[in-house]
């Protein structure tokens, strides 16, 4: 493709200045094509591609007759753009003949120091991580198969992974894979697969990569014949070099049509200023979006769309083939106007979008309401499915809210828009425009495939998750502790979820989590979905009523939000019970844990929520005999052996274990949150205890702020509470360090922590020192050991509460 002229030629990049739109002639030393300038010119031209050394000698004639009137113009050379993959090659060439192996090749080590878009000289590309490199002449010392990176390691390799199957044919095996991936958009080898053991059987089956769309043909037969089972006839990487050294492009993908040159496959239904005025820009953060008004009578509130880029024909249809959901934005046409811009003119929502008004706190909805909104994005979902679509950019931003009440499902109307990311419901079927992927959003399959493959209903599904997290966390965006698109993307690939949200009903949270397999095909459809959500009864909750079931004796006691109450059954029921009455700004949620994890042996047993004319929070607990630990200790009626003591906080760590597996913590540890069922001082097994007080319950989420007015007591905090004033840090391992003084507590017969006398800003000094409380007199040593792991200042020295249960139970076996 490179010609040069006596006359003033330039140098251009295919891709960045020129295009072929269609080929005219193609002979094995020669391909014609018409061209289209993308920049620098405007004038009509052909690409002559010369591949052959009959080629390379007609284009010295072109180079030479060229200016003269009657002579085609040659207008400039078009760069080989390989440059990258030619370094990468010579670097190979160069590890190979030191008879080392680098055993790890992908894009992913292959570090950018200079980038030039113009000019592909201009960029420089290094290999990194010798991580599993190994010496040809020495033996191998490791034969980890769980770090082999099996989709890109050669079929050997897999077949056996010992010292023989490491040579120079291995690593140019996964070159082929690096090329593959250079230029599939960074996509993942078997993208739409997520278990790495099913890869290994695919490859082995002789399942290959499928051909790049942007692939050259002699490039793709260079990457074949990397992939050639039997080694021996692969390549060298000097080979690979020669023949970089001489490919030319000659086949490309589409290219999306510029916005001056759209027409609408509709035509035009409206025209500007003749049937509707673009007034005020209102925003939107992918789209301009623009107050517009009827010249007509026509009274419905509208918006006017202006498209940065053009809309596909998937995007297109959506607007104009689906007119029979109630929950779908509705479009009127698209606008001609002189501004060369594409205009799309839609229904007005006059609340804006979900997002801003949850962010905002503009709109609180209900557990309820929450429903019945998901309930409608769901039906829009399936109407979409039902005409082969899926929308592909599923968020609480692109769902736009027409009627709100907070309290009452039935007043909410939402509609769903944005249709930017629409595509068959196809997951194989390919989109190379290289756009950028919503990443917080989308479902690890479609990351793997950098956004060119895998799109599907089951797709749309784990985004609706997201969505529905997104909402029940009251507009807070997914991942927004992290710095970048990278670290979300690879915190998904590794399997990473989002935490639980704070405030929100307990039943949709297995639903939410059901949408997050990261294999496809065990995520539910939107039409089980929605009989899921469906059968969420809130008001079923409440079972049992005041003075119908139970009722109130005497006052026990207050403490900050909650009264407790003596209480008995109205019905014949033996167990003894409590009823607790909670008035804090969050009581409903702090009820719902209590009901949540009631189940389990060493927690407080709730029978229930107690319907009441007061309408508050009421609650029926189980009865403690013996009331709680600390009262316990300190009024020296219970002074357990250190064998008793080990029981107990087998039982406290094992509840904590259920707690967090729920995807919540505790965030309140200490021995008056621990009721006394079964004491015997010195009979271990006669001992029973179980957790109580979820007033400070939050989900595992250490990004979370802490809102509320109250927070845990400084003298049971872990550092990284302390340090942000109670406001964020906790997590599984702040309660392990709460666990510690909760141990140090009992081992001291109920003393208080730092002391009675000692004030807050005295002891957050001494904690932020690194000051730890002393060990207690009557303290076995192996306990003590155990309660200064809890102790470290960074949270992940400490042990977990999996590792503190075995260290008890290693401490009973003995």
Not at 514 to 534: A, G
Not at 538 to 557: A, G, H, P, R
Not at 671 to 699: G, H, I, Y
Not at 765 to 779: Q, S
């Amino acid at each position: 493709m490179a010609i040069r002229s006596k006359f003033e030629l330039e140098r251009y990049q295919y891709g960045i200045d020129i295009r072929k739109t269609h080929h005219i002639y193609r002979k094995d030393d020669k391909i014609i094509s018409f061209g289209e300038w993308i920049r620098r010119r405007k004038d009509r031209c052909i690409i002559v591609e010369m591949i052959t050394d009959i080629g390379k000698h007609e284009a010295f004639f072109y180079q030479e007759l060229n200016g003269h009137d009657h002579i085609i113009r040659t207008f400039g050379s078009i760069e080989n753009n390989f440059n990258q993959i030619i370094y990468i090659a010579n670097a190979m060439s160069f590890i190979a003949s030191k008879s080392i192996v680098h055993g790890d090749l992908g894009c992913r080590n292959v570090l950018v120091f200079k980038l030039d878009s113009n000019q592909p000289k201009n960029n420089l590309v290094k290999i990194t991580d010798f991580g599993l490199a190994r010496s040809l002449k020495i033996s191998s010392i490791s034969k980890n198969y769980s770090i082999i990176p099996k989709r890109y390691c050669a079929l050997e390799i897999l077949r056996n992974n010992d010292q023989s199957s490491y040579t120079e044919k291995s690593d140019v095996y996964s070159m082929g894979v690096l090329m593959w991936e250079a230029l599939s958009n960074s996509e993942i080898p078997y993208s739409h697969i997520a278990d790495d053991n099913r890869v290994v059987q695919v490859k082995l089956d002789s399942e290959r990569l499928n051909r790049p769309p942007i692939c050259d043909r002699q490039l793709w037969s260079l990457m074949e014949s990397c992939w050639e089972n039997d080694r021996e006839w692969r390549p060298t990487f000097e080979d690979i070099k020669d023949i970089l050294s001489v490919i030319k492009p000659s086949e490309v993908s589409d290219v999306p049509t510029s916005i001056s040159s759209y027409e609408p496959p509709i035509g035009y239904t409206f025209k500007l200023n003749v049937d509707v005025t673009r007034n005020g820009l209102l925003g939107g953060r992918f789209r301009k979006i623009y107050e517009a008004q009827w010249i007509s009578s026509r009274q419905e509130s509208i918006v006017l769309i202006e498209m940065d880029k053009a809309p596909t024909k998937y995007e297109v249809s959506c607007y104009t083939d689906f007119n029979n959901c109630r929950h779908l934005i509705n479009t009127f046409g698209f606008v001609e106007n002189n501004f060369g811009s594409i205009m799309l003119l839609q229904e007005r929502a006059p609340h804006g979008h979900l997002q801003e008004l949850l962010k905002n706190n503009t709109f609180k909805p209900s557990s309820m309401v929450l429903i019945d909104i998901f309930l409608q994005i769901i039906d829009a979902m399936i109407y979409i499915i039902s005409k082969g679509m899926i929308h592909g950019d599923l968020r609480c931003s692109n769902v736009l809210v027409f009627q709100m009440n907070s309290s009452k499902p039935e007043e909410n109307l939402i509609k769903l828009t944005n249709f930017a990311f629409a595509r068959p419901n196809e997951p194989s079927l390919s989109d190379d425009r290289r756009v950028t992927i919503p990443v917080e959003y989308c479902a690890p399959e479609i990351l793997r495939s950098a956004g060119r493959l895998n799109y599907s209903e089951l797709s749309d599904v784990y985004s609706m998750g997201v969505l529905m997290w997104e909402a029940c966390s009251q507009g807070r965006l997914p991942y927004d502790y992290l710095i970048s698109n990278k670290e979300v993307r690879q915190k998904k690939l590794n399997g990473e979820k989002l935490p639980r949200p704070w405030i929100f009903d307990r039943q949709i949270w297995p639903i939410i989590k059901s949408c997050w397999y990261n294999e496809p095909q065990l995520r539910d459809d939107f039409k089980v979905i929605k009989t899921q959500l469906s059968s969420i009864n809130i008001e079923s909750q409440f079972q049992y009523e005041l003075n119908v079931d139970v009722k109130i004796t005497n006052q026990l006691q207050s403490r900050h939000g909650q009264i407790f109450y003596n209480a008995e059954w109205i019905r014949k029921k033996k167990t003894p019970i409590i009823l607790i009455v909670l008035s804090t700004e969050t009581a409903e949620h702090e009820a719902s844990f209590y009901i949540e994890l009631s189940s389990y042996k060493y927690i407080i047993h709730t029978f229930g929520l107690v319907k009441n004319d007061l309408r508050s929070t009421m609650l029926i607990q189980e009865r403690a005999p013996f009331g709680n630990l600390l009262t316990l200790l300190q009024s020296q009626r219970f002074k357990p052996s250190s064998k008793v003591l080990i029981t107990i906080f087998s039982q406290i760590a094992d509840a904590m274990i259920y707690i967090i597996n729920q995807d919540i913590i505790h965030g309140d540890l200490r021995c008056a949150n621990v009721l006394v069922f079964q004491m015997d001082p010195f009979e271990a097994k006669e001992n029973l205890v179980k957790l109580t007080n979820f007033s400070l319950t939050c989900t595992n989420d250490p990004s979370c702020k802490n809102n509320r007015q109250t927070s845990i007591s400084i003298r049971y905090a872990a550092p990284e509470i302390v340090e942000s004033a109670g406001q964020s840090n906790y997590s599984d391992l702040s309660d392990v360090y709460s666990m510690g003084v909760l141990m140090w507590e009992a081992c001291s017969q109920g003393e208080v922590p730092y002391g009675n006398d000692t004030s807050d800003n005295d002891i957050q000094r001494r904690k932020l020192n690194g000051e730890k409380l002393p060990m207690p007199k009557e303290c076995d040593r192996q306990i003590w050991d155990i309660i200064e792991d809890c102790w470290y200042n960074e949270p992940q020295l400490r042990y977990n509460f999996n590792d503190m249960k075995k260290r008890l139970s290693d401490f009973n076996d003995e």
